[in-house]
């Protein structure tokens, strides 16, 4: 007999499940048995109880079960196709089904005098009634299901139905254990492991999510979550503490330093004073510092990461500067040039040097010339030799990927280099703790002085003409304006378009006034130029997407215009706020927005307008967001978890972390397992 090779994957046993199903379930995460079990529903819909028609409300989903009685077929007018108008009956009333498209199977099975049970959403019909759009046709024979039917996050291939199957398999052949001692659980009322997964998946009939059951399943799930997270950037610190890194300290790196701050148009605030000496600490010691500075836009985050350059330069190491944007860097370069004169050079590295400039570049670099190298990702590449890197600076670190930090770890044979990140992710400090407890932080909690607040006014869309005749005349008077682009996420060419829109418009309406578009997809020697003339103040209005988002700093610009704000996520038009009020002059900013508005997106443009400190404004979105909902904090770079929700779960967070730091210290084996089930691919290491 010819043994079968061995199966890839232990789940290529089960069936039903080949190689491609593999390829796709490892994408969600899932390559054992029991990885199903943490793949946890995104919602769940209610098929265990049918709802009499007379009974609907709409906004809701719900099941309901009748005879067809009427079928019409509708022409929508020129062009617009067809429609199928079901009518469904019960003892109670009757219910209009619609479908826009459909086959001629559909229509099959739609005839009159069959019956059915529909599932979908209620919705008020035109002349009165309810209906539902493309309701789900369910066999009125089989049985009404025990439990509620999660919905699962998916990749396409893989159908709602499969992922259940495999998770109920998963759930009578996975035994789970229980790690959680009797006196926490008690603490908290968690149920055991085993139940609370089970209850997650599938709730029994009438337990609708926020009920206390259902509560405190996901808080146990969530607790789990935090321990597993904590022990993983715990042992991160440990691990790093056992490295090697070049103590900077000394006479030479304190006089550049002075130098430096002698050299600067102002006197440091005492934020920024405080958050030098925590850096210039932890750069004197022999082991490799990974501090983090979160800082509001706007806090002076720049002249603190020259400062700490300064110390290492002065002795006598090489320095890098990583922006996320080319403009940026550019924008840190230019800064950086003067500050350093006679002290060290500054030179730039980026996608768009010349292939020549890099080459000379690299040679002086690979000589260990004490340098400050400020770039892109460029830097990170192997290609960039830095062997004497000491000190390496990532400005909006949220914008960088985990193993390009990781790279510069292997700039240098014989050390690893210290590490400064800096974020304006604004987000409160106790959760800030939480998220980022392998970083030591440093909080740049002080706007430098005679920043006066800008002033942010909301303004519909309709009302555009008479902004625009305030925008002449204001530039009329030398200032400088940025007019922010509608987001359009999902597609880099109609953002383009869009971008290409508001830029013909404006000039049209302003034609004596210098307008300048700025994107992502221009050139490199085409954005500088733009960016060098707002500078220099030849350009008067610059038309921009996001790409103005982070960093850029012209003073003279104090008005800025965001067009559909609604569309914009609150932490970024905080950012984008943020690049005007950096001058000694009053700062406008103008929330254009499109009209009708929801209720939340009203509240959130409110709260804008109100606020100018980023943290309120974070924790303001938070309040916003549904629960489970943190998409302010994963566009702002604090890592994801699955299930825990960071304000959510807050209280469970000290726990959390002391379970965490006891398990790291006593039970290895176990921090290996909860890592490898909540952690896999070490989503901390980041910070490693
Ligand atoms: P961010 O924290 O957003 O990166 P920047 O470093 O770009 O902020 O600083 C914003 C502006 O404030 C810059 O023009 C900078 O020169 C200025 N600035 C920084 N620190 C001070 C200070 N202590 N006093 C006055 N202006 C300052
Ligand atoms: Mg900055």
Redesign the pocket.
């Known amino acids: 007999m010819s043994a079968s090779p061995p199966p890839r994957s232990p789940l290529e046993q089960w069936a039903g499940i080949g190689p491609a199903t593999v390829e796709r379930l490892a994408r969600l995460g899932i390559e054992q048995p029991e990885d199903f079990l943490w793949l946890l529903p995104l919602r769940y819909e209610d098929l265990t109880r049918v709802t009499p028609i007379a009974a609907l409300t709409a906004g809701s989903e719900a099941l309901v079960e009748g005879e067809i009685v009427r079928v019409e077929e509708h022409t929508r007018g020129a062009g617009a196709g067809k429609q199928l108008i079901v009518h469904l009956a019960d003892a109670s009333g009757t219910l209009v089904g619609r479908w826009f498209r459909y086959y001629p199977s559909t229509q099959q099975k739609l005839k009159a005098g069959r019956r059915w049970r529909w599932y979908g959403e209620v919705r008020w019909h035109y002349f009165g009634g309810v209906e539902m759009i493309h309701p789900r046709l369910i066999d009125p024979k089989t049985p009404l299901p025990a439990t509620l039917t999660p919905i699962y996050p998916s990749v396409e291939g893989l159908n709602q139905p499969h992922l259940r199957r495999w998770v109920a398999k998963a759930l009578a052949v996975v035994a789970l254990d229980e790690w959680l001692d009797d006196e926490t659980r008690q603490r908290w009322h968690f149920p055991a492991l085993p139940n609370a997964v089970r209850l997650l998946h599938q709730p029994p009939a009438g337990l609708v999510p926020e009920k206390p059951e259902w509560r405190a399943a996901r808080a146990r799930l969530a607790f789990d979550e935090l321990v597993a997270q904590q022990a993983s950037m715990r042992r991160a610190r440990l691990a790093r503490l056992t490295c090697a890194a070049p103590a900077i300290s000394g006479t030479d790196a304190d006089r550049a330093e002075r130098a430096l701050a002698a050299r600067l148009p ?4 005492n934020a ?1 004073r405080r958050v030098v000496g925590e850096i210039a600490h932890d750069l004197a010691l022999p082991t490799p510092m990974h501090r983090l500075v979160l ?9 603190v990461a020259a400062l700490a350059i300064a110390r290492a330069v002065g002795a006598g190491f090489q320095a890098a500067l990583a922006a996320p944007t080319e403009i940026l860097a550019e924008q840190h370069a230019q800064k950086l040039a003067p500050w350093f004169e006679g002290v060290a050079p500054v030179e730039l590295i980026t996608a768009s040097t010349p292939a020549r400039v890099r080459q000379a570049l690299n040679e002086r670099l690979e000589q260990g010339e004490p340098m400050v190298v400020v770039g892109t990702h460029a830097l990170f590449e192997t290609r960039t030799p830095l062997p004497r890197l000491a000190l390496a600076v990532i ?1 909006e670190q949220h914008r960088f990927g985990v193993r390009q930090r990781a790279r510069l770890r292997e700039k240098s044979s014989a050390w690893r280099p210290h590490l400064l990140m ?1 974020s ?1 992710t604004p987000i409160p400090r106790t959760l800030a703790m939480a998220c980022y407890a392998d970083l030591d932080l440093s909080f ?1 909690d002080e706007r ?3 920043r006066k607040p800008v002033t942010t006014t909301l303004l519909p869309l309709s009302r555009k003409a008479e902004l625009i005749a305030r925008v002449r005349a204001w530039c009329a008077s030398g200032k400088q304006v940025y007019w922010v682009c509608p987001l359009i996420e999902e597609n880099e060419t109609l953002a383009l378009n869009a971008a290409e829109a508001v830029f013909e418009e404006l000039r049209h309406a302003m034609p004596e006034i210098a307008i300048a578009l700025l994107h992502g997809r221009m050139g490199h020697d085409e954005k500088q130029q733009v960016m060098r003339a707002f500078v220099a103040g030849t350009v008067s209005i610059l038309v921009a997407t996001t790409v103005i988002e982070v ?1 850029v ?1 012209v ?1 003279n610009a104090s008005l800025m215009v965001i067009e559909h704000a609604e569309r914009f996520g609150m932490a970024q038009l905080h950012q984008l706020r ?1 690049r005007v009020g ?1 001058g000694s002059s009053e700062s406008f900013c103008v929330l254009l927005y499109d009209e009708p508005l929801s209720a939340v997106a009203r509240e959130r443009l409110a709260t804008l307008k109100r606020e100018s400190d980023g943290f309120r404004i974070a924790q303001a979105d938070l309040k916003l967001r549904g629960p489970g909902e943190l998409t302010g904090v994963r566009q702002s770079g604090v890592p994801m978890m699955r299930v825990a929700d960071l304000t959510r779960d807050e209280a469970l967070i000290p726990a959390a972390q002391a379970l965490a730091d006891k398990l790291v210290q006593t039970q290895p084996e176990l921090v290996d397992r909860l890592i490898a089930r909540w952690v896999p691919h070490a989503r901390w290491a980041p910070h490693a």
């Open positions: 102002f006197t440091l605030t920024q800082g509001d836009v706007g806090s002076g985050k720049t002249v400005d800096m304006a740049l430098p002085p005679g960093g700093d003073p943020g950096r």
